[in-house]
């Protein structure tokens, strides 16, 4: 592969032949100059690995931080942080409403570019207040994906000819669903309705590397950096011109020194590109444990960049389970029981709204956005009807909870969700009266609250088969996947979720649990002959394992594509029995999926996996580059 360098970049030649569009001068030069944060990005992650090894080895759980100490790059201390002595920025129009958002790429894998283009279309025509366009979680990395992302957006905003032709198609599709589903159409001129929703990015988190652009030493370079950078560049004149703000969802941000790692980089990129300071806006996904414990101080490190929060469920789940992998006594139960009302979910939530609840020094309150609605209505009359039941009672507990708007993974739910934010018809729910956060110890141990709930044999065999299938679509390019258990292919009564990095990865960590920890199951299972207060073993893990993908090997293509079978899915399962059976966890399932994208040869996986596992086994260093550049692995 021949290289191009451009003083602190490396990255393939051909790129610039391929995206010339998004990788022109202007945006290549914003990006040279931000790769200088790339050793900064390096050292925090390191910084995190020691913290991860740290409270393992001495088994301590997370506290809160000094009240008298300094938030590490900023001049604010954790007590004016608490006290709201600091300047947040207000909340701009386009913000202010954001009943429904939803959530998605705006590609596809391996498609012409009319058809991975759509994805664009749905987005802007679903009547969602705001779209926020995923780089991360649910967008595939396989080939050139992220920057097949950007392509499409930068089109689309600037109202390509191509683009404008398929919204005019799309709004006919959408309009036809809508007029058997709802019995009314959801668009009247599909030019207007493209200007209606804010559009929103979601860079790589900082514990990710580009698969394309390396820095100037041939070490791996930060994807939050390559993302947010080439996102801005491309975009902010277009979408400033229309009058809509510069909007970012930072993700897996783990305390407010990250936080402000992230203001810095904000702050430099605005003056590389000539923007008014805090131009750009974020929400913060807060999908860390260990960043609910620094939640007011990562509100004020962001400062004036800051918006608000939004929970998010899944991720959230898997950081405690991780935080917590050196207690014996920390088991998590089936993961259907694991709801925003649980235990410490309940608790986390409970933060948040007090957290954008408490006013600057300006008197500004911030945004609470809900997590996310998986369901997708698709399948029977009375599947289609309980599944959308559930949605809406998870809608009206989180609007009554003080949330300002939720999430959803399908633009079919816009419709099916909006009504409960229209009944009340208030914009948000800022400056809402919660309690004050306190910081006492029972603040922190709530943050790790175990309740009695179910650990089943049936949810064992949910999580792995997940967890196989989402690790084969990942492979395929779907990081955004309508999954369901193999035991329920076919029936329509049970509706596909659509499962991102985050339901994978929480997945694994809770299978790791039960195995390493001795989780009990709480009721017999006759299929199995296991019963109520038995341990779940390493051998019933393997049973397990090797029964659900049996049921993948002979499952529909519409479930399993066929090709997969003999490619990528014996891979994805070499993954599972991996991480399960290594005795020091494995911090992100993404990690073992990124070491083996576009590699279907299951000896070269082998070898990967076991690469790997071993540096982190001995190191608690991950591997996080791209392999295909690393031949001395």
Same mark, same amino acid.
């Given at each position: 592969?021949?290289?191009?360098?451009t003083n602190?970049?490396?990255y393939?030649?051909e790129?610039?032949?391929?995206?010339?569009?998004?990788?022109?001068?202007?945006?290549? &030069?914003?990006l040279?100059?931000l790769?200088a944060? &790339?050793e900064?990005?390096n050292?925090?992650?390191?910084k995190r690995n020691?913290?991860?090894?740290?409270?393992?080895?001495d088994?301590?759980?997370?506290?809160f931080? !000094?009240?008298?100490?300094? /938030?590490?790059g900023?001049? /604010?201390?954790? *007590?004016d942080?608490?006290?709201?002595?600091?300047? %947040?920025?207000?909340?701009?129009?386009?913000?202010?409403?954001?009943?429904?958002? #939803?959530? #998605?790429? %705006?590609?596809?894998? #391996?498609?012409?570019?009319?058809?991975?283009?759509?994805?664009v279309?749905y987005a802007?025509l679903?009547?969602?207040?705001?779209?926020?366009?995923?780089?991360?979680?649910?967008?595939?990395?396989?080939?050139?994906?992220?920057?097949?992302?950007?392509?499409?957006?930068?089109?689309?905003f600037?109202?390509? @000819?191509?683009?404008?032709t398929?919204?005019?198609?799309?709004?006919h599709?959408?309009?036809?669903?809508a007029e058997?589903f709802?019995?009314?159409t959801i668009?009247?001129?599909?030019?207007?309705?493209?200007?209606?929703?804010?559009?929103?990015?979601?860079?790589?988190?900082?514990?990710?590397d580009?698969?394309?652009?390396?820095?100037?030493?041939?070490?791996?370079?930060?994807?939050s950096?390559?993302d947010?950078?080439l996102?801005?560049? &491309?975009?902010?004149s277009?979408?400033?011109k229309?009058?809509?703000?510069?909007v970012?969802?930072?993700?897996?941000?783990?305390t407010?020194?990250?936080?402000?790692f992230?203001?810095?980089?904000?702050?430099?990129?605005?003056?590389?590109?000539?923007?008014?300071?805090?131009?750009? $806006?974020?929400?913060?996904?807060l999908?860390? =444990?260990?960043a609910?414990?620094?939640i007011?101080?990562?509100?004020a490190?962001?400062?004036?960049?800051? =918006?608000?929060?939004?929970?998010?469920?899944?991720d959230?789940i898997?950081?405690?389970?991780?935080?917590?992998?050196?207690?014996?006594n920390?088991i998590?139960?089936n993961?259907?029981? /694991?709801t925003?009302?649980?235990?410490?979910?309940?608790?986390?939530?409970?933060?948040?709204r007090?957290?954008?609840?408490? @006013?600057d020094? &300006?008197?500004?309150c911030a945004?609470?956005?809900?997590?996310?609605?998986?369901?997708i209505?698709?399948?029977?009359?009375?599947?289609v009807?309980?599944?959308?039941?559930n949605a809406? *009672?998870g809608?009206e507990?989180?609007q009554?909870?003080?949330?300002s #708007?939720?999430?959803?993974?399908?633009w +079919?739910?816009?419709?099916?969700?909006?009504?409960?934010?229209?009944?009340?018809?208030?914009?948000?729910?800022?400056?809402?009266?919660?309690p004050?956060?306190?910081?006492l110890? +029972?603040d922190?141990d709530?943050?790790?609250?175990?309740?009695e709930?179910p650990?089943?044999i049936?949810?064992?065999r949910n999580?792995l088969?997940?967890?196989?299938?989402?690790?084969?679509?990942?492979?395929?390019?779907?990081?955004?996947?309508a999954l +369901?258990p193999?035991?329920?292919?076919?029936?329509?009564?049970? $509706?596909? $979720?659509?499962?991102?990095m985050?339901t994978?990865e929480?997945?694994?960590? /809770?299978l790791?649990?039960?195995?390493h920890? %001795?989780?009990?199951?709480t009721e017999?299972d006759?299929?199995?002959?296991?019963?109520?207060?038995?341990?779940?073993t390493?051998?019933?893990?393997e049973?397990?394992l090797?029964?659900?993908?049996?049921?993948?090997?002979?499952?529909?293509?519409?479930?399993v594509?066929?090709?997969?079978?003999?490619t990528?899915?014996?891979?994805?399962?070499?993954?599972?029995?991996?991480?399960i059976?290594?005795?020091?966890?494995? @911090?992100?399932?993404?990690?073992?999926l990124n070491?083996?994208?576009?590699?279907?040869?299951?000896?070269?996986?082998?070898?990967?996996?076991?690469?790997?596992?071993k540096?982190?086994?001995?190191? %608690?260093?991950?591997?996080?580059?791209?392999?295909?550049?690393?031949? !001395?692995?």
């Amino acid at each position: 592969m021949s290289e191009s360098a451009t003083n602190r970049l490396l990255y393939p030649s051909e790129l610039l032949e391929n995206y010339p569009d998004v990788l022109d001068t202007p945006a290549l &030069n914003a990006l040279n100059s931000l790769a200088a944060f &790339n050793e900064e990005r390096n050292s925090l992650m390191e910084k995190r690995n020691r913290r991860r090894r740290q409270r393992f080895e001495d088994q301590e759980r997370i506290t809160f931080l !000094d009240d008298d100490a300094i /938030i590490a790059g900023t001049d /604010i201390t954790v *007590a004016d942080a608490r006290a709201g002595n600091f300047c %947040g920025p207000t909340i701009p129009p386009d913000l202010k409403r954001q009943w429904i958002q #939803g959530t #998605g790429p %705006g590609t596809r894998p #391996g498609a012409p570019l009319e058809n991975s283009i759509r994805n664009v279309a749905y987005a802007l025509l679903s009547g969602a207040d705001g779209w926020m366009f995923d780089g991360e979680d649910a967008l595939g990395q396989v080939k050139t994906m992220s920057l097949d992302n950007l392509r499409n957006l930068k089109l689309a905003f600037h109202n390509a @000819p191509l683009f404008l032709t398929v919204a005019e198609t799309v709004s006919h599709e959408m309009n036809r669903w809508a007029e058997s589903f709802l019995g009314r159409t959801i668009i009247d001129d599909w030019q207007e309705q493209l200007k209606f929703t804010t559009k929103i990015f979601r860079p790589r988190g900082l514990h990710l590397d580009d698969r394309h652009f390396r820095g100037e030493n041939g070490q791996g370079l930060s994807a939050s950096i390559v993302d947010t950078t080439l996102y801005i560049s &491309n975009n902010y004149s277009e979408l400033q011109k229309n009058g809509s703000s510069l909007v970012l969802y930072l993700p897996k941000i783990q305390t407010a020194e990250e936080a402000a790692f992230w203001k810095k980089l904000l702050d430099a990129l605005e003056a590389v590109l000539g923007l008014k300071h805090n131009s750009i $806006l974020v929400y913060v996904l807060l999908e860390q =444990v260990e960043a609910t414990f620094q939640i007011m101080e990562i509100r004020a490190a962001l400062g004036g960049h800051f =918006v608000g929060f939004n929970t998010g469920r899944w991720d959230y789940i898997n950081s405690v389970a991780d935080a917590m992998a050196w207690d014996t006594n920390f088991i998590n139960p089936n993961i259907e029981a /694991i709801t925003m009302t649980y235990g410490y979910m309940r608790n986390y939530e409970d933060r948040v709204r007090r957290c954008v609840n408490t @006013p600057d020094k &300006n008197g500004n309150c911030a945004l609470f956005q809900g997590g996310m609605e998986p369901n997708i209505p698709v399948g029977s009359k009375e599947g289609v009807e309980a599944g959308m039941k559930n949605a809406l *009672a998870g809608a009206e507990r989180e609007q009554k909870a003080g949330a300002s #708007g939720k999430w959803v993974a399908h633009w +079919k739910m816009v419709h099916i969700i909006r009504p409960v934010w229209e009944k009340v018809g208030e914009n948000n729910q800022l400056g809402r009266s919660f309690p004050e956060l306190e910081y006492l110890q +029972k603040d922190a141990d709530d943050l790790f609250l175990l309740e009695e709930a179910p650990r089943t044999i049936r949810g064992a065999r949910n999580l792995l088969s997940v967890a196989l299938q989402y690790g084969n679509a990942f492979s395929q390019g779907f990081q955004a996947a309508a999954l +369901k258990p193999g035991d329920f292919f076919g029936n329509d009564d049970i $509706l596909y $979720l659509m499962e991102d990095m985050a339901t994978g990865e929480i997945r694994m960590s /809770i299978l790791w649990e039960w195995v390493h920890k %001795g989780g009990v199951l709480t009721e017999e299972d006759p299929e199995t002959g296991l019963k109520k207060g038995q341990v779940f073993t390493n051998e019933i893990f393997e049973r397990l394992l090797e029964e659900e993908y049996e049921k993948l090997l002979k499952a529909d293509s519409r479930d399993v594509h066929e090709a997969s079978k003999t490619t990528s899915l014996p891979i994805i399962y070499e993954m599972v029995k991996d991480y399960i059976n290594e005795n020091v966890k494995i @911090p992100w399932y993404i990690d073992l999926l990124n070491i083996n994208l576009n590699n279907d040869d299951l000896s070269e996986g082998k070898r990967r996996i076991a690469v790997y596992s071993k540096s982190f086994r001995e190191t %608690g260093q991950r591997i996080t580059e791209n392999l295909d550049y690393m031949t !001395d692995l």
